[in-house]
């Protein structure tokens, strides 16, 4: 099963991408599934078509879904939720505070996610896509399997630690008696399907995110930051899709100043995410709605190409370890060796190489660490960091 991941800034119109892209891959007799895990669900809007959180058909071999992630949380954490509530009460905590703080910090985007495993071991469909925004917590979770990890440990002495206590209380909350064992299991079972998940998700071969933008300076800035954490987690990004593009044939004067700043941020795009391929996408003359409209605009994107296939190979940006130190390397193609500039401001580092200047959105880890040195190896600019 290939999954394709689109993410973006809220308000971009990755929705519509991402069921056009889903509707397309059907139309080309794949078994196509596609599912929202953003809280803010809209898919339902895009195609239509009422939906809940078990697909439901929507045109030929296009299934959709909109997770529920409540739901879920209940399903694979319940029982630990409440027991930990129940705790958190007896400490004096007030009930409603008590059920949030027993929920882990994205706790409730990472189990929707966890549902991919389960339509992967089905084998039911051929393509997956998701209209996705995760946060930060969740990212960080699916993404670290020592943070799993240190979760499962915690949780796990959290539970043999105070059993004494807390399994009497919370008894007469569930459905069926529940006992240290099935606690230390249901933990244990979450993180091994997170770090499944991880697994599926940094597969290259199997999965892709696909970033959606708009012309604009917060877009732009954005969708750098996420590609930055995207690479970090060693997630594949193949594509770029610049969204709400004005057309050449809107010439009204009103509009001069908005063309001229478009085409600016389109072409920085293009030069800050090469070699990835950009799909600019036209502003449509009406809200694209409906099977029939999001057949137009796939046919627009993609022509008669299949959008399953991974669309790109190369990795432009990637941070890996090489002995004590953390590295950065940037693809540089064409840009001649010669002194480097590093300059960090925050969690942003400045490089300047010749003619050639980019500023990089840092993840955290490096945010507070110096860049002692950078060198061209090929087609890489390679920056390595230490401790301040």
Not at 25 to 33: F, Q, T, V
Not at 39 to 49: E, F, N, P, V
Not at 144 to 154: E, H, K, Q, V
């Amino acid at each position: 099963m290939r999954t394709i991941l689109f993410t973006g800034k809220g308000g971009v119109g990755k929705t519509t991408l991402a069921a056009a892209t889903a509707l397309r891959s059907a139309s080309l007799g794949h078994r196509a599934l596609i599912i929202s895990t953003d809280i803010a669900h809209s898919l339902a809007d895009a195609l239509d078509t009422p939906l809940g959180n078990e697909p439901r058909p929507v045109n030929g071999l296009l299934e959709a879904a909109e997770l529920d992630t409540g739901e879920e949380l209940e399903r694979y954490w319940g029982d630990v939720k409440r027991r930990i509530a129940s705790l958190l009460r007896q400490e004096g905590i007030d009930a409603i505070a008590a059920g949030e703080l027993a929920v882990l910090p994205g706790l409730d985007e990472v189990l929707a996610l966890v549902r991919i495993m389960r339509y992967h071991d089905e084998g039911r469909y051929d393509t997956l896509v998701i209209d996705s925004a995760p946060t930060g917590a969740a990212m960080r979770l699916l993404s670290a399997p020592d943070l799993s990890r240190w979760y499962t440990g915690r949780m796990l002495g959290l539970s043999r630690g105070l059993a004494r206590i807390a399994l009497p209380s919370i008894r007469s909350l569930v459905k069926a008696p529940i006992g240290e064992d099935a606690i230390r299991e249901r933990i244990t079972a979450l993180f091994d399907q997170v770090e499944r998940l991880r697994q599926l998700l940094s597969d290259h071969a199997a999965t892709s995110v696909r970033l959606v933008m708009n012309p604009d300076h917060l877009s732009l800035q954005e969708t750098q930051r996420a590609y930055t954490y995207m690479n970090l987690f060693g997630l594949a990004v193949d594509a770029l899709f610049v969204n709400r593009v004005l057309p050449d044939d809107v010439q009204d004067p009103f509009f001069e100043t908005w063309k001229a700043s478009q085409a600016e941020h389109r072409q920085l795009a293009h030069e800050l995410f090469a070699p990835l391929p950009v799909f600019e996408v036209p502003l449509m003359r009406r809200e694209v709605v409906g099977v029939e409209a999001l057949d137009a605009l796939a046919s627009s994107i993609y022509g008669q190409s299949d959008p399953a296939p991974p669309l790109a190979e190369e990795q432009p940006l990637r941070f890996y370890v090489e002995g004590e130190r953390y590295m950065l390397a940037l693809r540089v193609t064409g840009v001649p060796g010669g002194t480097v500039t590093l300059e960090r401001r925050g969690d942003e580092l400045r490089v300047r190489l010749g003619r050639f200047r980019r500023t990089l959105a840092l993840p955290q880890y490096l945010s507070g660490m110096d860049p002692t040195w950078a060198q061209v190896e090929g087609e890489y600019l390679k920056i390595a960091f230490e401790q301040a």
